[in-house]
C-alpha cells in the first residue's frame, strides 16, 4: 500500500532496477498524483485502464513535462499529441509520485501503470533525433541493448519499432501492431554502448525527426543481462502443451506474441503482470479492457514462477500455439 499520492495506490516496485507496477482506482479529477515506490523520478510511464476499453498512454521524460499537455499512445501510431479539457499527465513528478488528469483517472476504474527510471549500465529512456541517412544516427546509452523501443513523435502514421538480441539479425516487431516480425537487417545495430540507426524511415530516422526510446542492457559476451534476475528475452517454438520458459528468475511483468503469423485475435500481444495475476491479460495492440476469462486454461493462463513463467495454456493462447515462433520479454 502506498499513500504518497493524493490516490492510494498499490505497488510493487525494485529502487534498484528502476522498475514499479502500480495499481490504483481513478477519480475522474484533473492534478491527482499518484506514489510509484521508485524513490526517483520516473522517466517513462505507460498507464492503462484495466476495467474499460480506452487508449493506453506514455509519458517520455525526454520530450514531455508533466502538465504541458503532452502525451504519447502506446496502441496507435500518432505522434505526439495534446490533450484538450481531460489532462493526461499533470505536474507531480517527483521521487514519489506521478501527475495524472482525468483521462488517466476514470471515475472508479481500476488503472495500471509501468513506471521506469533510468539506471546507469542497465536501462535509459531517451530522445535523440533523426538524420534520415543509412549511415544514421549513433544512440548512446552506455551499455550494449539487449532490448529498444524507439518511437517517432514528430511523424504521425509510425509504429513503435521494438528489437532484441534473441531474434538475429534484429527482426523489428511493432507494439501498436499484431503484426509478424519485419525480417532482415538493415534498420538497427547494436554496439557495446547504445545503438545505431541504418535507414531513413520515418518511424526511426527521418531527417530531422524527434524519438523517444527506452532500451535494457546486455552483457556483450553472453547475451544476458547485465545486472542479474532483472530483465530477460527468451525466444520459443510453440508446442500447444503446458510449459515453462525459463528466465532465470521469477517475473513481474511478462508480455509476449507469436512473431510469425498475424490472422486474428491469438496472434495480439499479451501483458501480464504480477499484481493482476495469470489470468488477466491486456494487449498493447488493442484498447480492450482486460480479459479475465481467458477459456480453455482451466487455471490461470500463465504462473509466475521462481525460474520464469509457466503457460498453461494448450491451444491458440497466442504465445504457444503449436509451431510458431515466439518471444518474451521478462521483467522482475
Known sequence: ANTDGTINSQVSANTTLGFSIVQYTGTGTNGATVGHGLDSTPDFVIVKNI???????VYSSAVMTGGDGKFLRLNTTDSLLTDGGDNVWDPGFNNQTFG??????????????????SKPGFSKAGSYTGNGSTNGTIVQTGFEPAFVMIKSTSSSGTAWNMWDNKRTPYDMLRANASDAEYAGPGRIQFFANGFQLLDADASRNSSGGTYIYLAFAADGSTATPSLANSFNTEVWLGNASTRTINYGFKPDLWFAKNYTATNGYGHYWAWFDSIRGGNSVIHSNATNAANTNLSGTGSNAIDFVNNGISINTTGNSGYNESGFNNVGYAFK
Open 51 to 57: 476495467d474499460t476499453s480506452t487508449n493506453w498512454h
Open 100 to 117: 495524472i488528469g482525468a483521462a488517466n483517472s476514470q471515475t472508479n476504474d481500476s488503472m495500471l501503470a509501468y513506471c521506469f527510471a
